[in-house]
Nanobody
Framework: QVQLVESGGGLVQAGGSLRLSCTASGSIFSIKDMGWYRQAPGKQRELVAMVTSGGSTNYADSVKGRFTISRDNTKNTVYLQMNSLKPEDTAVYYC???????????WGQGTQVTVSS
C-alpha cells in the first residue's frame, strides 16, 4: 500500500504561481511513476505531468512551458511548479503513483487550485 498526501493548492490570480507537493509513505520502495492529474467541474480527470523513477518527464500539451514536475526520491516527494497560471487551470489536482509488479495506481485526496481572472 502507498499513501499520498498533497499540499500547496489555493487561490491565485491569473499569471501567478503555485507549487504543489505530494509525499508518499508506506511501500515507497515499490513506487515507479509519480505524477499529477486534474479534474475540473464537469470534465474528466486528465494527466497534467508525470515523472518516472528514472527522471523522465511527460507533460500535457496545455501546460508545457508553464509547469515543471520534479521528484525528490530522498524525501519520497513529487512537486509540481505551476507558473503563468490561467483560469482554465482551475481544477482539483490529484497526486498519483504507480507501484509494484502490477503497476497499481494510488491517488491522493486532491487539492483545489483556483485561478481567478
Amino acid at each position: 500500500q502507498v499513501q499520498l498526501v498533497e499540499s500547496g493548492g489555493g487561490l491565485v490570480q491569473a499569471g501567478g504561481s503555485l507549487r504543489l507537493s505530494c509525499t508518499a509513505s508506506g511501500s515507497i520502495f515499490s513506487i515507479k511513476d509519480m505524477g499529477w492529474y486534474r479534474q475540473a467541474p464537469g470534465k474528466q480527470r486528465e494527466l497534467v505531468a508525470m515523472v518516472t523513477s528514472g527522471g523522465s518527464t511527460n507533460y500535457a500539451d496545455s501546460v508545457k512551458g508553464r509547469f515543471t514536475i520534479s521528484r525528490d526520491n530522498t524525501k519520497n516527494t513529487v512537486y509540481l511548479q505551476m507558473n503563468s497560471l490561467k483560469p482554465e487551470d482551475t481544477a482539483v489536482y490529484y497526486c498519483n503513483a504507480h507501484s509494484g509488479r502490477y503497476y497499481i495506481a494510488y491517488w491522493g485526496q486532491g487539492t483545489q487550485v483556483t485561478v481567478s481572472s
